[in-house]
Every structure is written in structure tokens, then in C-alpha cells.
């Protein structure tokens, strides 16, 4: 990939972007916010849920939870631990289908941009929005927070994926 003069790379990381730089030196490496950040405010705000008095500790349950850091709530009752809700699989059957039946990744592509994308910030904004406090060890909510105003406490994930994204200076 290297030999193509005209390969970009988008990182989102400090330490992403010195690997690329490191392997990739003569390619454009750009160190670039997340495309979550690219939403409207107007638009999120639209989408809105009234807010509850409870907490969110959306609390991720694979690979990339980090076990060394757990949070005890005094009130529990007060406290939801959930994780975001998964979707891939959804991805995943429509990628198949389309290596079955061939010619389907024109659909594919219109259908996720224009119907499962915006269905997907709907429910995340409406979930997230309802809280009135979030720990999070997912990026993404994180993200959604800070494009809310809704005060957060941002976990690091296993390998350090988040402690280096909100490390970044974009300035």
C-alpha cells in the first residue's frame, strides 16, 4: 500500500498517527477528529429524549473492557449498567448476501448511508440523551456526550484506545 503515492490514511490518535508516519513516510498521514464530530448540533438536538435523574454506566462487555478500573455507585438504584446495543450482525448479513448474490454493494452502501446511519444516531441520541450523568468506556459515547453537553467520565478501554483519543490537540 505504501508504494501508492496517492494513499491517504486518516488517524485518530496521536499514537495511531506516529505508527502510519513511521510505516507509511511517504504517504499523506493525516491526524483527523472522528467523523462523529461532523454531525449537526441542530440535528442531534432534534432528536433529544427528556431527561431522567438516572445514571448511565454504559459499560462495554467485550474484548476491549479494561477489568482493572471498576466503578462502585453508592446507590445502584439510581445507576444503569447497560452496553451499547449491537448492530453488527446486521452489517455482517447484508455483506454476505451480497458475495451469494453478487451486484448488491450499490444497495448496500445507500442503504447504510442514507437509512441504518441515521437510524442508528436516532437511537443513540434519544438513549444517551436521557441521562442526566454517564460513565462511559466506549469512544463513540464519549463523543456523543461531549456533542450533547451531557457530563461524562470517559474509561479507558483495554489497550489505550481512549485515553489516546482524548489526548489528541487538534489545535
Known amino acids: 500500500m505504501a508504494n501508492h503515492k496517492d494513499l ?6 496521536d499514537r495511531s498517527y506516529k505508527v502510519l508516519k513511521k510505516y507509511f513516510s511517504l504517504n499523506n498521514i493525516l491526524l ?3 467523523m462523529a464530530f461532523c454531525i449537526s448540533e441542530m440535528y442531534l438536538n432534534h432528536l433529544r429524549s427528556i431527561e431522567n435523574d438516572k445514571i448511565l454506566f454504559l459499560k462495554r462487555m467485550d474484548k476491549e473492557l479494561c477489568l482493572s478500573k471498576q466503578i462502585m455507585f453508592k446507590d445502584k438504584l439510581e445507576v444503569d449498567i447497560r452496553d451499547w446495543p449491537k448492530v453488527e450482525w446486521f452489517y455482517f448479513c447484508l455483506n454476505r448476501l451480497d458475495l451469494k448474490v453478487g451486484h448488491l454493494r450499490q444497495v448496500i452502501d445507500w442503504y447504510m448511508s442514507f437509512i441504518f446511519k441515521p437510524f442508528l444516531i436516532r437511537k443513540g441520541v434519544k438513549f444517551v440523551s436521557s441521562y442526566r450523568y454517564i460513565y462511559t468506556t466506549r469512544l463513540h459515547v464519549a463523543i456523543l456526550a461531549l456533542l450533547l453537553h451531557k457530563p461524562f467520565a470517559f474509561l479507558d478501554n483495554s489497550y489505550g484506545k481512549n485515553s489516546d483519543f482524548s489526548e489528541i490537540d487538534f489545535m
Not at 8 to 13: G, L, P, T, V
Request: aromatic content about 12%; overall charge negative.
Open 8 to 13: 491517504f490514511i486518516c488517524a485518530r490518535d
Open 32 to 34: 483527523l477528529p472522528d
